[in-house]
Nanobody, 127 residues
Framework: QVPLVESGGGSVQDGGSLTLSCTSS????????MGWVRQAPGKEREGIAA???????TYADSVKGRFTVSTDSAKNTLYLQMNNLKPEDTAMYYC?????????????????????WGQGTQVTVSS
């Protein structure tokens, strides 16, 4: 399993911003679908953002318009820019790779079907 290493988590106030990074040193290229999944205490895991190898993105309604997922293929790095953070965004955030691409037109990545996971980075938003 290719290691995925997240960074950039922390504590911010309501309305603040954070950028998460995920390096995937084991891949020659980023996988077809990569993304971010979060899990808050006592809640189910939630896929929130995914990106395919052509840069197509998919977002959960809960973060649409506030979060942006992107990649830097030269650095084998996945990012999640999070703006206007809310207390309900508090969770452990996981980078995920080897995702599933729905071959529709246009194609799009599943938000929660992945084959590789990072260890997670904590994001805490206080009111």
């Amino acid at each position: 399993q290719v290691p995925l290493v997240e960074s950039g988590g922390g504590s911010v106030q309501d309305g603040g911003s954070l950028t998460l990074s995920c390096t995937s040193s084991g891949y020659k290229d980023l996988s077809a679908c990569m993304g971010w999944v979060r899990q808050a205490p006592g809640k189910e895991r939630e896929g929130i953002a995914a990106i395919d190898s052509d840069g197509g993105t998919t977002y959960a309604d809960s973060v649409k318009g506030r979060f942006t997922v992107s990649t830097d293929s030269a650095k084998n790095t996945l990012y999640l820019q999070m703006n206007n953070l809310k207390p309900e965004d508090t969770a452990m955030y996981y980078c995920a790779a080897d995702g599933f691409l729905y071959e529709t037109y246009p194609p799009f990545c599943s938000l929660d079907k992945y084959g590789a996971w990072g260890q997670g980075t904590q994001v805490t938003v206080s009111s």
